[in-house]
């Protein structure tokens, strides 16, 4: 068995950087991701006047309930999607500022004009620079009042958790009425972590889809621990599936607050013997993959891990309900595809899905297209394709700037001991 130390959610890093930034006292967050997408988002704070204090195992973050401590700033939020749109939320409670936000070119291509729409409703000045709902863009601050709001997260539950963690720090709180919502499980990692900051969001499903309550009153400040990243242990997960040999994640367990997690039940459906303890996940592989279908809807991180090991697998492997992934760092969906072609394995794709059939990959070059995901899930094919190599294999840095050393050390430990890796 093999113990592997995965690095702090990114999910969870983000957003406890807004609620301590928002709350009322000094946070410390302990075990945060470092990485290129936290350091931008801590850049962010500080560039809006928030202390925040980063030490190894440990960041100190001053809260003001009031907003930033300058009333202007140019803040550049790389190719962090939560910092390009947490940011913007966070200042929008502002009682006065003018605060402009950019970003790197693949930033710029994503969208965020849901979330700048609901701004906008709630009487927000919310100004596009070059193209509508887009960056860059410059939010005037002058504080919200709050009320009822309706919005479609049908493209990216970011747009609702921005809203979410925003109600507090109105004067009246927000009622949400959703519409559409995917990612589901990010959401609920959202409401559980205000409840740790000291704040209790309502929910009420109806007919229609569900409703949102928050009050307003503010945040507390807390000591808040990060647990490991559910999508990066997903590597390692299917790692173990592939090769026939047994991975345990500590600190990432049966209280997980990420979805994610549920990807080991989709490598158990595929014979993976899977163990989930309060404090630790283990997946123990057979060497063997059995073809499925899936829909990965709330999980979609996790969707390029599961094609890159899909051509392995003794039939087709189905992938449902992802569309949301055209509109991450890139188009997750035509990369996979694009990829798995360059190896020579047979793909089918529409809208929302992707069909892989098994076949022997051949090395290749994969194009990256500048996501992390793209180098970290083929990494995993490579463990059974040896020869595969990545156009640019360090654009992992923006959530695990380790990867590299940490799978070749896995590797190595696996050909010291007999097994299939």
């Not at 158990?268 to 059995?290: K, N, P, Q, S, Y």
């Not at 996979?336 to 794709?349: E, K, M, P, W």
């Amino acid at each position: 068995m093999t113990n592997v130390d995965v690095p702090g959610s990114k999910s969870i890093t983000a957003r406890a950087l807004f609620l301590a930034a928002a709350a009322e006292g000094t946070t410390t967050l302990l075990r945060p991701l470092h990485s290129d997408d936290t350091e931008g988002f801590a850049e962010g704070l500080t560039a809006l006047g928030y202390r925040v204090e980063r030490q190894p195992g440990a960041w100190t973050i001053e809260g003001r309930p009031d907003g930033p401590a300058v009333a202007e700033a140019d803040v550049y939020c790389r190719d962090g999607a939560t910092t390009a749109r947490f940011l913007p939320t966070l200042v929008a409670a502002a009682a006065r500022g003018e605060y402009r936000f950019d970003a790197s070119a693949q930033m710029r291509r994503r969208p965020v004009a849901p979330l700048t729409r609901a701004l906008r409703e709630l009487g927000v000045d919310v100004r596009h620079g070059d193209v509508e709902g887009h960056h860059p863009l410059t939010v005037t601050a002058q504080g919200v009042k709050g009320g009822e709001l309706t919005l479609d997260a049908g493209e990216s539950s970011q747009y609702l958790t921005a809203l979410l963690m925003l109600g507090p720090l109105t004067e009246a709180g927000l009622r949400i009425s959703v519409t559409r919502l995917v990612s589901e499980p990010y959401v609920d990692i959202t409401t559980t972590m205000m409840r740790a900051f000291g704040v209790e969001v309502g929910r009420e499903d109806t007919a229609g889809g569900r409703i949102y309550t928050v009050p307003p009153g503010g945040y507390r400040a807390a000591a808040y621990p990060v647990e490991p990243d559910a999508s990066t242990a997903s590597y390692f997960f299917a790692a173990a599936a592939l090769t026939g040999r047994e991975v345990t994640v500590p600190g990432l367990g049966r209280d997980a607050l990420q979805g994610d997690l549920r990807f080991v039940e989709v490598l158990e459906r595929m014979g993976a013997t899977v163990r989930i303890a309060g404090d630790r996940t283990t997946v123990a592989g057979t060497g063997e993959l059995r073809g499925l279908s899936v829909n990965m809807r709330d999980i979609s991180d996790t969707m390029p891990t599961l094609a890159a090991i899909a051509p392995f697998a003794s039939g087709p492997v189905r992938i449902e309900d992802v569309y949301n992934t055209r509109v991450k760092e890139c188009d997750r969906l035509e990369a996979c595809a694009q990829n798995l072609r360059s190896l020579g394995i047979d793909v089918a794709t529409g809208r929302d899905w992707i069909e892989i059939t098994p076949g022997a990959p051949r090395p290749a070059r994969i194009t990256t297209h500048g996501d992390h995901r793209m180098v970290m899930s083929f990494a995993v094919t490579s463990l059974r394709t040896p020869g595969i190599t990545f156009d640019d294999p360090g654009c992992v840095r923006k959530t695990f700037p380790e990867f590299h050393t940490a799978f070749a050390e896995l590797r190595a430990g696996w050909a010291e001991a007999p097994g299939t890796a």
